[in-house]
């Protein structure tokens, strides 16, 4: 019987990639991510010392919850740390069987490495085109929901993402010339899927529908065309991009959901048992 203060593996993915998932805390030694650098997604690694009250209450008493914490098999490091999190109020547990039995079921995992520009409170940092319509606004959602729950995005004008990029150290995405950004056929969102190493069903049947409606070619889904109307839609709602990005959130949230869990259901009226 699982302990009250753990998670399974299968629990965890299922709330990975939905606005409930928690912060995952990759507390693996540093020669154990070495020689597997790839994490959990939504994870953040801390150093070796991290399971020490002393490194603990001057460094995580910021944190909010849901947490989980993640060690190499799921033993002390992360149920100490865990427990420690509890006393001080944070909602956290620790991933039964760690990172290796994560890794054991096939569950998605993101290198990191790929993450090149981060702020002074070490977010990840992006700038784009002001204006965004669905890959803009696809892309974000992909790296919050599965990479970094605290990424931040920066929307300027076309001729300003390079300057703005080199000047604040953020990574320009969705503009021509840059290493995020179409490649032949494919949008961002695929380019983000395939640099990270994120690979599901879910993610993979989102990605055609992405991509057909960023790049004109309705036919590849029949959700395409929904995707495309509702994007064009929230771009006349909202003139201000970050509050376009929050309601943007909540529509992929919505078009993941049904990709993961609801493709075989479908809607008719009168409804069953109606007379």
Known sequence: MPAPDAISPDRLAKLIGTPKAPLVLDLRREAKRAQDPHLIPTARTWPDEAVTPAW????????????????????????????????????????????????????????????????????????????????????????RRFIDPEAVFLFVAPSEVAPVAEAMGAMAYDIEGTFWSHRDETCTFDTLLSEFGLKTPALERLALIVRGADTARLDLAPECAGLLAASLGLSRMHTDDHQQLEAGMALYDAFYRWARDATEEVHNWPGKGAK
């Open 56 to 143: 603990l209450a001057a460094h995580a008493t910021g944190l909010q919850g849901p947490v989980v914490v993640s060690c190499a098999e799921g033993h002390g490091r992360s149920q100490g740390v865990a427990s420690w999190l509890r006393a001080q109020g944070v909602a956290a547990e620790y991933l039964e069987g760690g990172h290796a039995a994560w890794v054991a079921q096939g569950l998605p995992t993101f290198d990191p490495r790929k993450i090149t520009g981060r702020d002074g409170l070490g977010r990840s940092l992006w700038v784009t085109r002001s204006r965004p319509k669905i890959d803009r606004i696809a892309c974000p959602w992909l790296i």
